[in-house]
């Protein structure tokens, strides 16, 4: 029994991944890369823009750069090993590194998902109390958005990376999936994780419904001061400042939704699969395209820099 338990916390995983080397599959590869790398560039200039112009230096780009940086972050942390995995034709993964891989996406995934509810209270301070909006919105005010959404993901990363490791696990140990994702990997448990599943399901619950209600909220509020506004031209500002947001919501919380929220019977690995690739690949490269194409100071800065660098090349 010992030597069976220490070979569970021993040996790694076989992951299955997404993709077969079907001509198919191989064009769908190469679009993922693809947008892997817009995603990375992407988020790492809109960081860059946001850290260097001091007009960006406001509360919304603050929160955006923590965005961005959540989605280098979450983008980093399983599509490099899948790669990796695809290329080499290996499908393995060690047992930290699977640790690893769940304990840093249900952190990135918690952290996002509550930041971008709290993105929504930003808004509706900015259009409804535009007034008082330095003051409400002070930097201590900020940090402790952001340190609240960071310290909130970090610690439900680590419990249920913690809770899922500890599981004794047998078989072929092979994961239906790209990456070590939670559910996938409960599946192999030697032991009845059907308890643990169903506090899963309700802190997802928590994490996706309690955001989404302080969205909602938010965006009630606005839409009640919109429609009391009489300038056209403020009524198409207040609507094109939270568009690009509205849209970065709808996809995050689409995706997480998709997954997270459905019973376990019309549950399909394949469409999981998919869904995943949705929202740790394609959420993380539209967010700086939404966030940078609709918005005039971002492509103000980016053209700025761009202007600095043709000085520079000719000096």
């Not at 290996?90 to 509550?114: A, D, N, P, T, W």
């Not at 609507?239 to 549950?267: D, E, K, N, Q, W």
């Not at 959420?283 to 660098?309: F, H, Q, W």
Request: with cysteine; glycine share 6%; charged share 10%.
């Amino acid at each position: 029994m010992e030597t069976w338990v220490n070979q569970s916390y021993t040996d790694g995983f076989t992951l299955l991944g997404i993709f077969s080397h079907s001509t198919a599959d191989l064009v769908l590869f190469s679009v993922v890369m693809v947008v892997f790398i817009v995603a990375l560039c992407g988020n790492v200039l809109l960081i860059f823009l946001i850290y260097m112009d001091p007009q960006l230096h406001t509360p919304m780009y603050f929160f955006l750069s923590q965005l961005s940086l959540m989605d280098l972050m979450l983008v980093c942390t399983n599509v490099p090993k899948m790669a990796a995995n695809f290329l080499s034709g290996r499908k393995s993964i060690s047992f930290v590194g699977c640790g690893m891989q769940i304990g840093l996406f249900v952190c990135l995934v918690g952290s996002e998902g509550l930041l971008l509810g709290l993105m929504a209270y930003d808004r509706y301070v900015a259009i409804s109390h535009p007034l008082h909006y330095p003051i409400l919105m002070n930097q201590r005010v900020c940090l402790q958005i952001t340190g609240s959404s960071w310290a909130f993901g970090i610690i439900d990363g680590v419990i249920q990376m913690v809770v899922v490791m500890n599981f004794p696990y047998c078989g072929l140990r092979k994961v239906n999936h790209f990456f070590c994702e939670m559910l996938s990997l409960l599946k192999l448990a030697c032991v009845d994780t059907s308890l643990f599943e169903k506090v899963i399901f309700a802190c997802c619950v928590f994490m996706l419904l309690f955001p989404f209600s302080i969205i909602m909220a938010s965006y009630a509020r606005i839409l009640g001061t919109v429609l009391r506004m009489h300038s056209a031209q403020a009524w198409k500002k207040a609507l094109a400042t939270c568009s690009s947001h509205l849209t970065a919501v709808t996809l995050f919380y689409g995706a997480a939704m998709f997954i997270y929220l459905r019973p376990r019977r019309y549950r399909v690995p394949s469409h999981d699969k998919v869904a995943s690739i949705f929202y740790t690949v394609l959420t993380p490269m539209l967010n700086p395209l939404i966030y940078s194409l609709r918005n005039r100071e971002v492509m103000g800065a980016l053209r700025k820099g761009l202007d600095r660098c043709r000085i520079g090349s000719q000096h």
